[in-house]
């Protein structure tokens, strides 16, 4: 965490109210058994993409901060990932209204009316990514895949959790760590995949049949002097 950055948002994510902005995009149950969110299709696996979606916090971060959750895993297959500096496209909101409604299928996310980063850390969903864990970044809009890094997150029968996920934005670097333990780090010369990537919104983006718990979302900026 870059020196002189501090707590700029806190959502223990333990109840409802706590929620009540958020938006979801795509079909999903949002329920809190345990005193933490927790996350899960409506849709069969079988829907494909149909079956995906995502949850958006409702506000606006600085370009540079830093994102941290707590994850605990409850059953897979399936993928967690976390968008960041989610913005609409041509310098628009998220959530403007003349952005085509999303709906949970990716290619929505990765060449619609956005851009962001995708942070993918728990990818269980196919064979393959279940033989070798790893934690990718993507950047959009377009599918380009920056980083990645071994994924150190056991599958759910060894899981014991919280997993805390740390996400940190500071300049042209963007890392990730869990459990303070360094996973990947990409530099962006804002050329190569496109512009850097101002502040915006972050959001929980499932694939089915997944069922995670999240708790504890938290950013850390740095304040800026009140005058």
């Known amino acids: 965490m870059p020196e002189g950055w501090r707590e700029i948002y806190a959502n223990p994510l333990a109840k409802p109210e706590h929620v009540r902005r958020f938006r979801l995009e795509g079909s999903a149950s949002v329920t809190f058994p345990v005193g933490r969110m927790r996350l899960e299709s409506l849709l069969d696996e079988k829907e494909g993409q149909r079956a995906n979606f995502v949850l958006w916090c409702p506000e606006d971060f600085p370009a540079d901060a830093a994102v941290s959750w707590d994850f605990w895993p409850v059953r897979e297959p399936g993928l967690a990932m976390m968008f960041v500096c989610a913005t609409g496209t041509e310098g628009r909101d998220l959530f403007d209204p003349s952005i085509k ?7 929505q996310y990765h060449h619609g009316e956005m851009n962001a980063f995708h942070v993918s850390y728990f990818r269980r969903k196919w064979a393959e990514e279940r033989m070798f864990h ?5 950047k959009s809009y377009g599918f380009h ?3 990645q890094g071994a994924d150190p997150i056991p599958g759910v029968m060894d899981a014991v959790g919280p997993y805390r996920m740390l996400i ?9 760590a869990v459990n303070g333990l360094p996973v990947f780090s990409w530099t962006d010369d804002g050329h190569t995949f496109g512009p ?3 502040g915006g919104k972050v959001g929980f983006r499932q694939m089915a049949p997944l069922i995670g718990e999240y708790a504890n979302l938290t950013v850390y900026a740095e304040r800026k002097p009140s005058f």
């Open 101 to 107: 409604p999303r709906t949970g299928e990716y290619d």
């Open 196 to 198: 850097k990537l101002a």
């Open 145 to 147: 895949l920056v980083a």
């Open 134 to 138: 790893t934690c990718n970044l993507r």
């Open 168 to 176: 940190v934005k500071d300049g042209s670097r963007i890392t990730l």
